[in-house]
């Protein structure tokens, strides 16, 4: 996956690399920085991506697109397909014209809306990452595992830099029957969950 990237995707990856890095250190506000994962979360979400068992595969929080074009080249390598969700108008314009410039359209179906309102309704999931406002976290990690499959894989981003915040999600997937869950210390911190 990582040897063969297309000249398209390590370009749109740079350049939301370059974006992401300017809105850090210059006083954006909170709402327009895309925030996204770096580089070795991408590749470590990408990895376990293409080692899930076969079923849907879901992206709570598309932000421009960058963590799903990771995602997606599991998905192409697999035979697969994502979809993501992404509310803010902004950030889905961005997204749209990574997936037009990427050439990876046919791997991802982009939905305009909260996951909240569609997630109940997908079954078989196998593998999501969710990265979006950290107040619907426990809300969705609530609605995706029980509609995982045996081995599904969910990721939750930022278990780490926002651990208090999080504390009562990460704390009840911890303790939870229905899933093997650790926080791996890569990146901004990812909560770790395998479907049992």
Known sequence: MFHNLSEEVRNRMQYLEDIDSRDRNDGTPRLKKLRQIPPETGKFLSILAASAPEGKYVEIGTSAGYSTLWIALACKLIGNKLTTFEVLEDKIHLAKETFRETNMEEYIELIEGDARNYIKNYNHISFCFLDAEKEVY?????????????GGIFVADNAINHYETLKPMIDKALADERVDALIVPIGKGELLCRKL
């Open 138 to 150: 426990e809300d969705c990690y609530d609605l995706v595992i029980p509609n995982m499959v045996k």
